[in-house]
């Protein structure tokens, strides 16, 4: 059976606090869903000073979130426990980041989490930090295990850009997944250099974009959320951002009013490649911090 696209309809119909699931994940066959019956586990966690009325990071601040999460994530009481689950000495890690311009990943993060997977005991030189490149870096080349990071953000192409679509870099021709609204990015998880190697995956939502035309940052579409969702299943991190999106949009328009295009890869990521899970009601999210305003 041919798994089901996604409308604008759904978009529009699912305005609640489950809009990427509702009428969508219940009209589906239960067989075409990838997730079993046991939730995969989300963090989101937020501090109200991890930015200053100018948005300057409190890097201190973004390394104790990032340690707390994972711990939870992991059900550790300590983080190095928790990195060490994740990470073994024997491995070569590839920590792919995102540089765009507009929206990078800050080095306060990239350095964190080098450093933890260094306390974990892998060596330095078996560590490299790379968005642009990785199919030419030898650290990528020979990598056991992947971590996986960018900022959230609305994206011309395929809707929103976040955790499945970091991994274009690993495909020599980027616009091979443009079609369709990107899709099946999901595809991209499946080739042999990252396939079954990504141990964890951080959404950045310090100052995530709900709104964008082209290529271009808007400052008006940017806002202070400060936060981290983390989890091992890039679907359900993805999907989890995408509804604080959408609730967002909700509360700057006044109205349900869907991204264009539809960023459709993420539910496919689920129906279609069976990578992860999409479906709210299979997500357990666990919520860390400072909870105003958190949409979600």
């Keep these: 059976m041919k798994p089901k696209g996604i409308t604008r309809r759904d978009f529009l119909r699912d305005g609640t606090s489950a809009t990427l699931a509702g009428a969508f994940f219940l009209s589906l066959p239960n067989k075409l869903s990838a997730q079993s019956e046991k939730a995969t586990r989300v963090v989101l966690i937020r501090a109200r000073d991890l930015?200053?009325?100018?948005n300057n990071l409190n890097g201190a601040i973004l390394s104790r979130m990032l340690d707390e999460s994972v711990a939870t994530l992991l059900?550790?009481?300590e983080p190095?426990?928790?990195?060490?689950?994740l990470i073994k000495p024997s491995d070569t890690v590839g920590i792919k980041t995102?540089?765009?311009?507009?929206?990078?990943v800050p080095s306060e993060l990239e350095q964190a989490i080098k450093s933890r997977v260094i306390a974990a005991g892998v060596k330095e030189e078996n560590i490299s930090i790379r968005d642009a490149g990785v199919l030419e870096d030898p650290v990528f080349q020979k990598s056991t295990a992947l971590i996986n990071t960018r900022p959230m953000r609305a994206h011309s192409?395929?809707?929103v850009g976040s955790c499945i679509k970091n991994y274009i870099r690993f495909i020599p021709n980027r616009s091979s997944m443009h079609p369709d609204g990107c899709a099946d990015l999901a595809s991209i998880w499946k080739l042999p250099v990252v396939q079954g190697k990504t141990r964890l995956n951080i959404l950045v939502m310090l100052t995530p974009l709900f709104n964008t035309s082209g290529m271009r940052v808007s400052p008006e579409y940017l806002w202070a959320y400060k936060g981290l969702l983390v989890g091992t299943d890039p679907v359900a991190v993805d999907a989890t951002g995408l509804r604080v999106?959408?609730?967002?949009?909700?509360?700057?328009?006044g109205e349900d009013r869907p991204l264009e295009?539809?960023?459709k890869h993420i539910q496919l990521a689920d129906t279609r490649h069976g990578i992860g899970t999409a479906d709210p009601e299979k997500i357990e999210l666990i919520k860390l911090g400072w909870q105003e305003n958190a949409l979600i």
Excluded: M, T, V
């Design 51 to 54: 930015l200053d009325d100018q």
């Design 75 to 77: 059900g550790e009481k």
């Design 80 to 85: 190095l426990p928790a990195w060490k689950r």
């Design 98 to 104: 995102n540089g765009f311009r507009g929206l990078p």
């Design 157 to 159: 192409l395929s809707g």
């Design 245 to 253: 999106i959408q609730a967002k949009r909700r509360e700057f328009f």
């Design 261 to 263: 295009p539809l960023p």
